[in-house]
């Protein structure tokens, strides 16, 4: 029996096309597995624990359980509608996960490798609490940069541990928060360097990009590793008023998930998680969690006397239209109100994901490339043929009884053994490339024979040529319905065949007799508005992040045309009696010389200024400054608090304006 995980969904928010990098190509891995003849079990679920959720929940005045239990039921929903089929979606905070993490941490325990160890924790004497993970916000202390309790998020994205951050602040009141000692428990990672390089090195398969990164960090860097945190929700950690940190019971839901589908199929469980050193146990991840499933849960197993997983397989990054994936820039695509809820295709955003790039490589999700694969390669290549073989076929003649060509049966063959190599190595693009290479191939034979020619001829050879083409059109179904299950199944069905029960061989069993119903158009266009209107969308929420980061409202061009801004010459400067900062100045503006009095004399001397030439704001409102009238405002630069005045980078008339 072969386990297939996924990185558990954190049930804090909602699913966008991230998470999708990781769940549809494990989905497809699984399908094609299975049509392979191979045993799988396919599991995953909501990770429930840790201090964001708490935060979350503290701010819409729930409980945690709640807020969990909307994003677990969200979730499966997604998943379902996108035909992403788990054996057993399972949850961390269940009573099965609470049992099989303590059980984990005690034997951890009980084997040398957990510790006791005093330790100064950021404390807020306001709130009267020691302030866990995302409850403290300071300064990272390797690079400098702003950051929160558990890792350097907005500089060098290291991992930190409890009591390294700088300058903590409380993130609940704001409060500067202070360092005191309490007693927590680590867990010895460092014992477990010889063997997690050999185990790296020799063992675990997978994607290069997982294991060269842990592979890196391992011989750079190991500590011992926290495993206690200052929460109410979470696993109890054993005999003390603390709970485990949620990277120990997360992955350890694999285990406790498996347990329980095991008990669902009548499985022993203990084969897969107790039956050696290596199982065969496949993590479907993104790249963000490398370290921990690559490092701190092979080690976590092996000084459990747990299987060490056989592969983990990594995702590329997500960018959406270019641009880095943010849910605060606005860079994002929600999967149910973006995508579901406008009325798409399931099977469309399935196919982008695997096919649009190497499965190690970064995704770039854009509307229009979207629609040009949906129809450039979908309906144009894959749909066109189907529906045009289907509907001449039963146009024509309604039963098919023919001889299959040969050279389509290698054809089929070949495309066959393509996608199982690149199954194999978790190239699914390659997979989906040889399924569309099969439809190019049926597209071309079934124009080159010019049946609706042959039929006028020779109708027994028209029907071995139709033989052939829906021979063509079978292998397709089977080979596409791992990356597009909905519409496979559809014409799964049309054809006659149980498409849950196939095989990768029965693409090549010939058809000896077919009744054809009128077909269906299997896949419809994506027209050119609705692309519009989804990046209108896009637009707006970017619009909307953009303001509420820089706390302005953004303007559009025409509130910027009302701004008269000239290059304007400084004629006179004198200093203002018992002002340090402003500075009277006369300024020729092109058609006449304004008086304007600038904050700029505590760095400027006004025989320094006098000549330059600078911008000029011209139409705002006259002011009064220590009883000197300003007609207009000078523009410079905010550098520290002090001006520094901006010039044209040559010389240019007074007046000049500025576009």
Known sequence: MKLVTCGLPYANGKAHIGHLRTYVPADVYVRYLRLMGQDVLFICGSDCHGTPIVVNAEKEGISPKELVDRYHEHFQKIFRELGIEFDFYGRTDAEYNHRRTQEIVKRLIENGYVYAKEIELAYCPKCDRFLPDRYVEGICPYCGAIARGDECDQGCGRHLEPGEIKEPRCKICGSKAEFRKQKHYFFKLTAFKDFLIDYLENKLQGTENALNYARQWVKSELRDWCITRNLEWGVKFPGEDLVVYVWVDAPIGYISFTEEACKRKGLDWKEIWLNGEISDITHFIGLDIVYHHCIFWPAMLKGAGYSLPKAVVASGMVKVEGKTFSKTRGYVVWVEDDYLKAGFNPDYLRYYIVNYTSHEKDLNFSWKVFRDKVNNEIIATLGNFIYRVLHFAWKNFGRIEGKVDPVVIDKIAEIKDK??????????????????????????????????????????????VLASCIQIVKALVIFAYPVMPKTMSKLAEFLGFDIANARLEDALKPIESIELKKPFIPFEKVDDKKIEEMERVMLERIRRAEEAESGKELIDIKEFEKLDIRIGKILKAERIKGSKKLMRLEVDIGNEVRQIVAGIAEVYKPEEVVGKLVPVLVNIKPAKLMGVESRGMILAADVNGKPVLLHPDREVPPGSKIR
């Open 419 to 464: 996608i199982v190599s690149a199954i194999n190595r978790w190239e699914f693009k390659e997979a989906s490339d040889a399924f569309m290479e099969l439809a190019t191939f049926g597209n071309e034979f079934f124009q080159s024979s010019k049946p609706w020619d042959l039929i006028k001829e020779d109708r027994d050879k028209c029907m071995d």
